[in-house]
Structure formats: structure tokens, C-alpha cells
């Protein structure tokens, strides 16, 4: 709130002057449709009652559910007060949530209905939450949502700044553990105006809202349609059949996909023969093949991108029909260089660790001072990403550091490590080392290839299951295969990069 600062509840009063009769948020499930003034008159409400229930700048804000008009109301309201907004992936199991949620201590946690049995289970656990509310109504045992905002909407906001932190989203697990990264008020808009100036986004455009609100593209996403002065589509869940109705209703013209959403979409489309031609702008990932069909059917760009949850989405984007294959070129804002392992520049051509500075990187990791010192020396952020430049300054992706290899299915970050210990729990395995593949739906799959113990026998259904009881269900392996022995290093380890090419080819 100083002179020279703009936060996000800076940006909603903004918008509620600029574009205040205009429909900012349309609410699939149940037809509510709120402008831009009705949006801000119910944050301040909302934040009131946040207010004299003791919430106070710094404090976390817990979020458990699907995308709705209430959770995005409660990220405004978090703005308000300086509050830090916690959203939990509800695919995560309870032992992980769990985590998630000891890590950051939320004062407040809201809940949809159907994961309240699930916090039931674990709130002897939670010992920093004092009250629980219902997110989306209707239904839940927990406190009313509205209850909150059953007052005069008298606010007073606190004093933010650009630089304080906004939301915390947790990355996959690293040496065991999620990482909780923070996000200032300031990533957040500098990220919406990249998207509104690369997409062209203005207050007439439709986004509909398809990934959840705990993702950073999700997130990011529907902000900066509500920077624009643009209208949000939200749904709750996706559903294709309902997503081309949308497109052709309302008139969608861009959203952020993850494979396999733009693939079943054009499927659907193939089907019924909805008109898609508002679709001018697609962005994210998929396979050629499903965007060159997008491309055909809706006469729209499809824009590839390179990001992560720490550079708050996006550190390079291009079109796909420029440089196919490719990441694109650096954003407006920011320098990108690709190091070796000593953290000296590479040439155009070489791969190198892809490393960032600029207003988009993230404050760093909750709580983890020293992971903060490792990730941000030499005065520039580590993605744990590797890539290379061609001549023209575009950017290839070219996987993982050895010490950070990733598995990205459908758009989520799963590592091997984290797979490989809890494959490690089940007591007929002996080893097993886990990996990516090329994958039909998911564009990448987890492939488990394990060693079992003298005498144990084990079907592969079995360890699936097992994987999908301990941890997140998309983080449980699609193909197992099991052998006798691992290539082993000139030290005696299992040679990862061998068993890689061994078992590594298309399962499909």
C-alpha cells in the first residue's frame, strides 16, 4: 500500500471502478454470475469477517477444495489483509495434506464437503488451526461460509506491500518432502501483465477456468483474466461435453491446458460439431499432433511455454508455429541463462541448468533457509531444469538435473524419489528405480522397474494399488516391470541412465 506499490486488493478496487458493471466471474455449477463491483463489495465482506475473527497480516489461510466463486473470493480477501492463501491439491492423500498443512500453520482451513471426513481424520494433527469452515456450499459440518460476511463490509485493510507474500503452493517432494513455495503480491501482477501483453488478453476476452486453483496455472491464469477486466468461466471439474458447450455458448477465448484437456475437447468437438472458432488462444503443453488438430478445427494459436511454480508459470513462451518443438524466447521481463555445473554461462547450442532473474521468481521456500541459499546463488534462481539456446534465442527443454529428475504426468511434477520410497514400503520389494516414459494420454508416465526379494512374488495391479493408498493417486506408476538384476555404476549403484535405456521405450 505504499506509493509506489500495487498489490492485488489494489487491483480489485482498481477493476471495480474500471470495469464495474462488467461480469467478472461466471459460476458453471449454479448459473451466479458477479460483476466487478459486486466482486469487490463481497471481498471486503468477506474480509471484514476474516478480520474480526483475528486474521491479521502473515497469517496462513488453509483452502481444501474444487474451483468455485468462494475460493476465489477468499484469495481476494487474503489480499485485503495481507494474509497468506494456502490452497491444498485435493489429490494428494491425507498423509500429504497433512504435511502440507503442519508445514505452513494455517490459523483457518476451509473445506469443501467431500474432503471433510477426510480433515476429520487428521485434525488431532492440525494443532495450529482454531476453525474450520465449509468452502463451496451447499452442505459440510464445519462453520458457514457466508456466516463471515454477515457484516457492513466496514474493512480495514492492512498495509501491504508489492513484496509481501500472497500464497504458498507446494512443489513435489524433494529428498522426501514437499517444498512450500511463496509467492509475493508483486510475481502475481507481474505475471498477469506477461500474460495480458504475450496473449494480447483485454476486457474482452473469456477464459474459461479449467485447472484448479491450487496449481499455479490455474491460478495465475484466472488472474490475469480479472487483471484484464476479463470474464472467468469457472468450472469446478472438467468435463469436455460441457466445456465445448461453454466455448461455443459463451464465447471462450483462450485457457491453459495440460494434456490430456485439449485432446478430449477436440474429441468431443469431433463429435457433437460445437462451433470452436472463439478459441483464439491456447497455451501450455500437449503433443504436436493434438495441437495441429486445435489449430485446423479452431483457426486459433496454440503457445508453447517453459515455467515453473517458482518463476510464478512463465519464463518463456512462444508460438508453437514459429519454432515447433520449442519453449520460445525469454518474457519481457526477465533474464534467462543456461549454466554448468559451476554455474558458468554455456554457449548458444550446449545445454546447461536453466536459471532465472527477474520480478517473477518466487521469495523462496517456506521455512527452508539453507534449500533458499543453494536454490538462489550466484544472484540467480536454480530451476533444477536443464535446456539449450539455439542460435535464434529460442529455448529447448532438455529434462532434469540428475539430482532433480522429474517426471511431469499430465501437467503435475512427480519425483522418482518420492515413488521410489514408498514402492521401497512394500515388503516383497527389494529395489527399484523409477522413471518417465512416453505415455498415449498423459504425454509422460511413471514406470516402476523393481528387483523383488528371494521367494517373493508380486503382480504389478498390486504394487499400483499399493503406490496409490500411500501417496497422490497420479503419482502412482502406469507401467511396472519386474527383473532379476540391475547394470550397476563403477561404484556399485544401480546405472539409472542404463536401466533407463533398457526399460525406457514406448508401453504402448
Request: aromatic share 12%; hydrophobic share 35%; net charge negative.
Amino acid at each position: 500500500m505504499g506509493l509506489y506499490d500495487f498489490t492485488i486488493y489494489d487491483l480489485i478496487n482498481r477493476n471495480a471502478v474500471s470495469f464495474g458493471k462488467r461480469p467478472a466471474w461466471f459460476e458453471v455449477d449454479d448459473g451466479r454470475t458477479l460483476t466487478f463491483s459486486e466482486f469487490k463489495k463481497k471481498v471486503d465482506s468477506l474480509a471484514c469477517g476474516l478480520q474480526l475473527e483475528g486474521i491479521k497480516k502473515g497469517d496462513r489461510i488453509g483452502a481444501l477444495g474444487k474451483n468455485s466463486l468462494e475460493y476465489f473470493l477468499l484469495y481476494g480477501a487474503a489480499a485485503a489483509l495481507g494474509a497468506i492463501m494456502l490452497p491444498i491439491n485435493w489429490r494428494l492423500s491425507s498423509d500429504e495434506i497433512c504435511f502440507n498443512l503442519n508445514d505452513c500453520a494455517p490459523e483457518m482451513l476451509f473445506v469443501d464437503a467431500e474432503y471433510q471426513d477426510l480433515i476429520t481424520g487428521i485434525q488431532n494433527k492440525l494443532l495450529s488451526v482454531k476453525k474450520y469452515y465449509n468452502l463451496k456450499p451447499p452442505g459440510g459440518s464445519y462453520n458457514d461460509f457466508e456466516s463471515l460476511s454477515d457484516n457492513n463490509g466496514d474493512l480495514t485493510p492492512a498495509t501491504v506491500y508489492a513484496d509481501d507474500g500472497y500464497v504458498i503452493i507446494h512443489t513435489a517432494a524433494v529428498n522426501g518432502r514437499p517444498r512450500g513455495a511463496l509467492l509475493s503480491h508483486g510475481n502475481v501482477i507481474f505475471a498477469d501483465i506477461h500474460w495480458n501483453c504475450c496473449l494480447q488478453i483485454t476486457h474482452e476476452d473469456v477464459h474459461l477456468n479449467l485447472l484448479p486453483l491450487f496449481h499455479v496455472g490455474g491460478l495465475f491464469m484466472a488472474t490475469n483474466c480479472f487483471h484484464a477486466g476479463a470474464l472467468n468461466i469457472n468450472m469446478s471439474k472438467f468435463d469436455p461435453e460441457k466445456a465445448v458447450e461453454l466455448i461455443e455458448e459463451k464465447k471462450v477465448s483462450f485457457f491453459f491446458n495440460f494434456s490430456p484437456i485439449l485432446a478430449s475437447i477436440l474429441e468431443q468437438q469431433e463429435k457433437t460439431k460445437n462451433d470452436l472458432k472463439s478459441l483464439r488462444v491456447v497455451v501450455g503443453l500437449d503433443n504436436p499432433e493434438t495441437i495441429v488438430r486445435y489449430q485446423k478445427i479452431s483457426g486459433g494459436t496454440f503457445y508453447c511455454m517453459y515455467g515453473q511454480t517458482e518463476t510464478s508459470c512463465v519464463a518463456t513462451y512462444g508460438r508453437f508455429n514459429d519454432r515447433p518443438g520449442s519453449a520460445g524466447r525469454m518474457i519481457h521481463l526477465s533474464e534467462v541463462r543456461l549454466v554448468d555445473d559451476y554455474d558458468k554461462p554455456v554457449p548458444a547450442g550446449q545445454v546447461g541448468e536453466i536459471v532465472m532473474k527477474g520480478p517473477m521468481v518466487f521469495k523462496g521456500y517456506w521455512n527452508l533457509p539453507e534449500e533458499n541459499d543453494r536454490t538462489f546463488r550466484e544472484g540467480w534462481h536454480h530451476t533444477g531444469d536443464l535446456g539449450r539456446f539455439d542460435e535464434d534465442g529460442f529455448l529447448w527443454y532438455a529434462g532434469r538435473t540428475p539430482d532433480k529428475e522429474l517426471i511431469k504426468p499430465g501437467g503435475e511434477n512427480v519425483y522418482p524419489a518420492e515413488v521410489e520410497k514408498v514402492i521401497l514400503m512394500h515388503s516383497a520389494v527389494e529395489k527399484c528405480i523409477v522413471f518417465g516414459v512416453p505415455d498415449p494420454k498423459w504425454k509422460e508416465g511413471i514406470k516402476a522397474v523393481c528387483i523383488l526379494k528371494k521367494g517373493q512374488s508380486l503382480e504389478s495391479k498390486e504394487l499400483v494399488s499399493f503406490v496409490g493408498e500411500k501417496i497422490a493417486s497420479y503419482k502412482k506408476p502406469q507401467y511396472v516391470e519386474f527383473t532379476e538384476e540391475f547394470p550397476l555404476t563403477g561404484d556399485g549403484f544401480p546405472d539409472r541412465a542404463k536401466i533407463k535405456e533398457l526399460y525406457g521405450g514406448n508401453q504402448y
